[in-house]
């Protein structure tokens, strides 16, 4: 059966009806521990093993502050730990708690006899305060990372759109369509980060949804506008002819300021949600390469007003952010993670340059570890062979968990297609910005799955290339070997339509696998936030039904 049309109502019914039931399923994954929808109203929770308190509430509670005119957070500071020579040695915090009679308040940075929330600020203005000020209650921070989870799906589904219309409008069909906004959803660590709905997850999915929507602005800011060629001309444009009404035409390219004003606003709102995604606003120039260098429609005399509109948003932003770390911490640059009251002293923590390249594979390649028991997954080994790293349970590498990404080795085989649609210069970019993102978040907090969110968005949008390409390639292929036949025919095809359906039938199972993997590491009770330990009777439930 032919499959409709990726533009066509259908096409478009079908692929809106996906990114709804993966919305749903996030919803239900909300469900499994009752993070979300707890009756707990326990301001703060003490935590036995860290002797110390955990508020929940972080990015409501720095929301409510900057209502009543203060960067700090209204939390109290007990003398203990105000005399301490270094506060942010755990031990020295751990020995004077005294069992919690003394507060200290885990993941918060200390500074200067204050507490400060040295996550993103973005979330809280646009987030928590514009709810705190509608309803004049708090909002509650697992129901907004459920919020922020089924926005994401709706973020993703745009770009992964705009890509296959813009780029493979030709050959995109609605499963390839589909198969992108999946790699998307599995590869961006979405479920994970609802899963585990803690103030954690916040910052990293605002990013997420803000990127997504930068890109889709962006890459929808070019309009090639048509107009008789003896009209004069204004920029390079290309003549065709137009048999109906007998006139040459030509089609003259120009760039929408609001798109780029929108995009370059979302993408700069990075610097003050999740700063790794900072890297993200560089797309800009591989991806507008040709409206830079060759069409001038940026950064010429022409351009002024599409230049001033992808720029000015980044002063707009940067500025007010820049000036909200001095004020805390006093420099610009300062974001205050190093002041963080957390399991080891991050103001002089230094990893041992011969561990990186051993997280970096943790974060990679390490393999699933199976079980005959029910969930048949379990969380991995890691072994600290040359220092010492704070580490968190995962269960596998990237490419073991989201084997999609195994497409971008297939890089080298689609340079033509990518070169010939102006995507090879961003892929490119996107595997080193990749990277430096995984290295810079290994070296400074060491292993956590929760970090997958930060560098596999970039993987995944270049196996989203890949795959697009290798389609593009495979009908190419075949327009050129349909009048072969016999002999011939089986001479060619293989090494060019026949090894494609392979891919086509990897890219199915490796969804499958991820999809099926991630969902089975849900009901694990030896990850964070299990159901076993916050959802009993569900977990309870689940091992009398598997007997």
Known sequence: MKQPNIDSPAGH??????????????????????????????????????????????????ADALI??????????????????????????????????????????????????????????????????????????????????????????????????????????????????????????????????????????TSLILTFLGLWFWLGARRDAQQPANTPRRGNGGDHHDAAQGTSIRTTPRLSPAHLAVGSLCMALNLGSRPQFILACLLAIPLFWNEIMHERLLFSRKGIKATVAAILPFALVFAPLLWYNWARFGSVFDFGSSYNLTGFDMTHYHQRLLLTPVLVFYYLLQPIDLSFSFPFIETTEMARPVGWAPMEPMFGGYFWLAPMALLVFLLPAVRRELKSRNLWAASLCMLAFAAIVLVVDTRTAGVTQRYFGDFGWYLMLVAIFVMLSLQAQKAELEEQVKHLTGRIYLKVAPLGVRHRKAITAFIVCAIAFAFVVGGLSLFSPERYDSIAALNPDLWDAIMRAIG
């Not at 409008?169 to 906004?181: E, K, Q, V």
């Not at 980060?193 to 997850?201: D, E, G, I, T």
Request: proline share 4%.
């Open 13 to 62: 019914i079908i692929y809106a009806a996906t990114a709804v039931a993966l919305a749903l399923g996030l919803v239900g994954v909300s469900l499994l521990n009752g993070m979300a929808w707890s009756d707990d109203n326990q301001e703060f929770k003490y935590n036995e093993r860290f002797a110390q308190y955990i508020d929940e509430d972080q990015y409501a509670r720095l």
């Open 68 to 205: 009543h005119g203060s960067l700090s957070l209204e939390l109290p500071v007990s003398d203990a730990l105000a005399q301490l020579d270094n506060p942010y040695d755990f031990q020295s915090r751990y020995n004077v708690s005294n069992g919690g009679e003394n507060p200290i308040f885990w993941d918060h940075a200390f500074y200067e006899g204050k507490y400060y929330c040295y996550f993103g600020v973005v979330p809280a203005v646009l987030i928590f305060a514009p709810f705190q000020l509608i309803t004049g209650q708090w909002l509650d921070t697992s129901v907004a990372v459920v919020a922020l989870g089924v926005a994401f799906v709706g973020a993703a589904a745009l770009p992964a759109y705009r890509i296959a219309r813009r780029y493979f409008a030709r050959t995109a069909t609605l499963a390839s369509l589909i198969a992108a906004l999946m790699f998307l959803f599995a590869g961006s660590n979405v479920v994970y980060l609802v899963f585990v709905a803690r103030f954690y997850s916040v910052p990293i999915l």
